[in-house]
Each structure stands twice: as structure tokens, then as C-alpha cells.
């Protein structure tokens, strides 16, 4: 009986290893082939010159930019089969320990690491990239009857100095608060650059954590109003101008529409070999253009002014 | 196998034995080590403010303003605390009637297609993933309760109908394992003084099961206590302490898992949350010990 068991567990286990080569032998193949078909393109990147290239590369931290460098790093890894990267996510804070502490390569954040981080001397040792923009729109429910909000408005709703919508100039109607936690990437970037003070949170308002939950909430919450990266934009919410100008891809990138922030992707020092070449390839033309564009990003390389850590916009 | 000499035999036996016995020895070590460990992790992070003079232990606890990325940050848990032992006790007192009803109904009413009905259906409730329960509430119980009563729907109500539908199995599966172990001549020597079914169940049945039942309804509110993502979706999570059930607030746990990922392992605000998990650990362990002390009496 005992016998047969063993038997039986060796039999599984040769089982799972040849599915696993099987595996591999697959990806293998998908490599070649891409290789094949996209050889002009390819060859014009660096990464992509060096099918020499390995190592694993883990990157972990923000939820919001993980489906970006997901879909980026899958892409990386057709072309360069020897090169493993995973990418986990955790929300921008774990991903600025982790990356300062060594345990992992790449630390995704939606917010300056000087931000973030209490200890200046570890923020210094961060290497920023800043791979994408994410603008982030005022939306109400389209009850509301409100189209455009001036900054001071904004102000006085998130700080409960006005509570009903008639005063802004729409229905007479409470006007319900739908936050992001006072910890969260998106509400710090919506309360710097768009209220320009941070706020308390109200008796009565609601957080919630995804942005999936936050444009449900406000689709069926009368009165309600929140904040959403462009992305998330649809008809269920009505999307609010500010101060006048529609917050829209061309607005942002021209620097009319304020509100916006970097996706950065930290490294500790200087990056080797291959996390320089994958950090590299997310700026390629290929990437910028296609990828992030595709994903409901801003391409970072697209845009007309620059800001630093302070907010001080720039012209580039 | 057969033919094999009798010491040949005894001497794999005794080796089978110790290999067995290193094996279990090592487990077990294993998981105390494990156990400590994590007990020690998350005390050690959770006094940490404590420890530097960061936060007061007093104003921890009882400070009622929530406020950790102001000027001046204040870490006032009250609030989540108050919440979670609100949400927590209405959610005992919505599902324990329910659930000890059905266990009547599967072990004394109806123990024969009762059970296979039944029995199946709650243990499928204890299959579904938190993360669904919550969809579902904020899908199916935010906009009834909006549409119904004052408020936007979202809050503790919400929170305490979503957790109780959670705990159902835990509490019915326990009283229905109590009741089906009560001594048969129990209830025929109640029957045979020419009591009705109901004064059986009423006089006889629920007093002598009943601390077993309340191990089911403390085992359930511990499930209710550490509960995280499908409260977190319908509750709120306004850091305030409520004054009406329909009313945003916030939970322990909500807390939690709102702001861990989005703060540095070692700030203050970091710290303050691993501060609430020691809580919520300290919780815990009074739930077990009381669950501990009710077994001793039912053995009685």
C-alpha cells in the first residue's frame, strides 16, 4: 500500500515537472517568434538589443501604476526571455520602504519619495523615474447639475463650508463627500494641486479604497462628488471642469489643467543592467506612445512642463 | 513484505516510529516558534509609539480625533474601536436568533431532509469570499437601505447586516454540533412528563446546550471582530464615532487595510496601525479565553 503511494506521488510530481517544461518550452517559442516578426522596431531599443540579457527584477507598490508596468514588463519579457520580472503591488508607501530597504529593485509610487518618506537621507539615496502622468478630475453625480467648479468652491465643499449643491449653483441637494483614505496617492495629488490645502475628513463623508468603488459610489449616491484619475472617467459620473478648464490629455500635457501627478518608479542608486534597460525600454517611443497611452495614462515624455518636488511647475 | 524476519520487522517499525516522531517533534516546534514570533512582531511594532513617546497610550485609546497626516497629528483610535465593537454586537444579535433557529430546525424539527437541505446551503455561506460579500452589499444593501431609510446607506447598518450573513455558519454549525450531541433521554423523559415539543426546546434542550451555543456565538463574533475587506467596502470608514447606525464609520480593521500599504514601514502613522492590530490580537485573545471558559462550564 505504502508502496503504491510513493509510486503514485512520483508519478504527480513527474507530472508537474513536465508540465512546468512544458511551460517554459511555450514561452520560449512566443519569444522567438516575436523576435521575428518585430525586428525593425526592435532592433531601434536598447533593451532589445541585448538578448543576452538576465536576472529577475521585482518591483512592488502602487496600485494605481501596477497594471501599467504589468502589461510593460510582460512585453519586456517576450523580447528578453531571460530576464524574469514580477511585479506586486501594495500601494505606493510599501513599495518606497521596500525599495529603500533592498528587498526589492523597483519601488512604484504616485508620490515623491521626499513625500513619503521621514528619513531625508533615505529619500536621497532613491533614484526617481518618472514613467507616466496621471490627471486626476473632480466628477459628481450627474444630478447634481453642476458643470464646472472654481478652486475656492472645491475648497469650501471639501472643507463642509457648503453642503448643498444650490449653492454652486446646481440642485438643491446635500452634497455627499465620496473620499480616498487620508493616506492615499490620489487624494494627496487631488488636495496639492487642486484644493491646495489638505483636509480633514468630514463626520459623515465616505472613504474608499479603489478607484472602481469610488466611481460605483458616485454613480448611485445623489449629490455625490469625489475625485478619479482620467482613466476612470465615464458616462455613469459627470466629469467637473476646474476653474474653467476641462481637465482633458491635451489640457494636461500643455499645462493648463493642474491637476496631475508622476508615476515614479524608484531605484536604490543607480539601476544595473537590466533594471537600466526595462526602466529604459518604459521610455522608449514604443512604450510612451503605445502602452501607456493605451492604458489611460499621460506619456511622461509628452509632456510640456516639468514640476519638482516642491510643485514649482516649469516649462520644459 | 511477509517473509521478512520478525526483528527485521520490529526494528523498521521502530524506525518508522522515530522518524514519525522527529517529524511531529519538528512541526510543532515549528509552529510555536511561528506563534511567538508573530505575537512578538506585531507587539513590538504595535508599543513602538508607545516606547518613543509618540503617541500617549491614553490618547491611543480614548483621543477621538483621527488625524495622522495633519501638522500636528493626532492618533486618537476611539473612534475605529467604538466601530468595530458596534458593528461587531449587532451583528451577533442579527445572526445569533437566525442561526440557532436553523440549527433547531435541522436537529430537532426536521432532522431528516431539514439537515440535507439546509446543512449544505450554510456551509456554502462560509465559502464565499469576503471581497463578494462586500460587492454584494455594496451593490444589494447600500442602495436598499438608501432608498429605504435616512442616510446615504452606507455605514454601520450596512457593515453589521453584511458581517452577520458572514457569521451565520459559524454560530449554526456550532449549535447544531451542541444540540445533535445532547443525550437522547434527555428530551424523551421531557416528552414523557407530557411536555410539548416546544416547551422541550424552550425549558430543556436551550438552557442545558446553551453555553455551548454561546461558544458559537463568541466563536462568530471573533470572525466578525477580524473581519476586514467586506465591512471596509460598506461602512464608511469616516473616522468618527457614530451617532446613528446609518451613519459613515470606521472599523479597526478598515483602518488597517486603508492605510498600511500607502504608509512607510516606521512612521508614526505606520506604527499607530500596528498599535490597532495589537488590539485587535488583544481582542483575540479575550474572545479564545472566553470561549475557553464557556467549554468548562458546558463539561459541568
Redesign the interface.
Known amino acids: 500500500m505504502q508502496f503504491r503511494k510513493t509510486w503514485l506521488m512520483a508519478l504527480a510530481l513527474t507530472g508537474v515537472v513536465a508540465l512546468s517544461a512544458c511551460g517554459g518550452n511555450n514561452g520560449g517559442n512566443k519569444a522567438a517568434s516575436n523576435n521575428g516578426g518585430n525586428t525593425p522596431a526592435a532592433t531601434n531599443t536598447e533593451a532589445s538589443s541585448g538578448a543576452n540579457l538576465s536576472g529577475s527584477i521585482l518591483a512592488s507598490g502602487s496600485t494605481a501604476l501596477q497594471p501599467l508596468v504589468e502589461q510593460v514588463a510582460e512585453k519586456f519579457m517576450e523580447t528578453n526571455s531571460g530576464v524574469d520580472i514580477q511585479v506586486q503591488g501594495g500601494g505606493s508607501g510599501t513599495g518606497l520602504t521596500q525599495v529603500s530597504e533592498k528587498q526589492v529593485d523597483i519601488g512604484n509610487s504616485d508620490v515623491f519619495a521626499e513625500e513619503k518618506l521621514k528619513d531625508a537621507a533615505k529619500a536621497a539615496e532613491l533614484k526617481d523615474h518618472q514613467v507616466a502622468v496621471v490627471a486626476i478630475a473632480a466628477v459628481s453625480n450627474p444630478a447634481a447639475g453642476v458643470d464646472s467648479l472654481t478652486k475656492q468652491q472645491l475648497v469650501d465643499i471639501f472643507t463642509g463650508k457648503i453642503t448643498n449643491w444650490k449653492d454652486v449653483g446646481g440642485a438643491d441637494q446635500a452634497i455627499q463627500i465620496i473620499n480616498r483614505p487620508a493616506s492615499s496617492g490620489t487624494r494627496a495629488t487631488f488636495e496639492s494641486f487642486a484644493l491646495g490645502t489638505k483636509t480633514e475628513d468630514l463626520k459623515g463623508s465616505i472613504q474608499e479604497d479603489s478607484s472602481g468603488t469610488v466611481k460605483k459610489m458616485i454613480g448611485e449616491t445623489p449629490g455625490a462628488i469625489g475625485y478619479l484619475a482620467l482613466s476612470y472617467l465615464d458616462d455613469t459620473v459627470k466629469t467637473l471642469n476646474y476653474d474653467g478648464v476641462e481637465p482633458s490629455v491635451d489640457n494636461v500635457v500643455a499645462g493648463k489643467y493642474p491637476v496631475w501627478a508622476y508615476e515614479h518608479m524608484y531605484t536604490n542608486g543607480e539601476p544595473n543592467g537590466t533594471v537600466k534597460a526595462f526602466l529604459d525600454y518604459f521610455m522608449t517611443d514604443e512604450v510612451q506612445t503605445g502602452d501607456v497611452v493605451e492604458l489611460g495614462y499621460i506619456p511622461a515624455s509628452k509632456m510640456q512642463v516639468s514640476r519638482d518636488v516642491a510643485g514649482t511647475v516649469t516649462p520644459k | 513484505m511477509r517473509g521478512q524476519p520478525t526483528n527485521k520487522r520490529l526494528e523498521k517499525h521502530h524506525i518508522e516510529n522515530l522518524i514519525g516522531r522527529i517529524y511531529m517533534s519538528f512541526c510543532v516546534l515549528l509552529l510555536i516558534v511561528i506563534i511567538i514570533s508573530m505575537v512578538y512582531f506585531v507587539a513590538s511594532k504595535g508599543i513602538a509609539n508607545f516606547v518613543s513617546g509618540e503617541v500617549k497610550i491614553s490618547e491611543f485609546l480614548l483621543g477621538t480625533r483621527?488625524?495622522?497626516?495633519?501638522?500636528t497629528p493626532s492618533y486618537g483610535a476611539l473612534p475605529f474601536i467604538s466601530g468595530s465593537f458596534l458593528v461587531t454586537l449587532l451583528a451577533a444579535l442579527i445572526a445569533s436568533p437566525l442561526s440557532i433557529c436553523a440549527a433547531l430546525f435541522m436537529t430537532e424539527i426536521v432532522p431528516g431532509w431539514g439537515k440535507k437541505l439546509l446543512q449544505p446551503v450554510i456551509e456554502l455561506l462560509s465559502g464565499i469570499p469576503s471581497v463578494v460579500y462586500g460587492f454584494v452589499g455594496?451593490s444589494v444593501i447600500v442602495?436598499f437601505l438608501?432608498d429605504t431609510l435616512p442616510g446615504?446607506?452606507?455605514g454601520v447598518a450596512a457593515g453589521a447586516l453584511v458581517l452577520s450573513v458572514m457569521i451565520l455558519p459559524t454560530i449554526t454549525s456550532v449549535a447544531a454540533d451542541a444540540l445533535a450531541s445532547l443525550p437522547q433521554n434527555l428530551k424523551e423523559s421531557s416528552f414523557a412528563l407530557g411536555a410539548t415539543r416546544w416547551q422541550t426546546i424552550s425549558r430543556v434542550i436551550l438552557p442545558t446546550t446553551f453555553p455551548a451555543i454561546m461558544t458559537g456565538v463568541v466563536l462568530g463574533m471573533a470572525r466578525a471582530f477580524g473581519e476586514a475587506l467586506a465591512v471596509?467596502?460598506v461602512i464608511?470608514?469616516?473616522?468618527?464615532v457614530p451617532h446613528s447606525l446609518f451613519?459613515?464609520a470606521s472599523t479597526l480593521t478598515s483602518v488597517i487595510?486603508?492605510?498600511?500599504?500607502?504608509?512607510?514601514?516606521?512612521?508614526p502613522?505606520?506604527n499607530a496601525l500596528w498599535s490597532m492590530a495589537l488590539v485587535l490580537m488583544l481582542m483575540t485573545f479575550i474572545f479564545v479565553l472566553l470561549v475557553r471558559m464557556l467549554e468548562r462550564r458546558n463539561k459541568i
Open positions: 483621527w488625524s495622522p497626516e495633519a501638522e455594496l442602495p438608501r446615504q446607506g452606507i471596509q467596502m464608511g470608514n469616516a473616522p468618527f451613519e459613515s487595510t486603508l492605510g498600511m500599504g500607502n504608509t512607510t514601514m516606521g512612521s502613522q505606520n
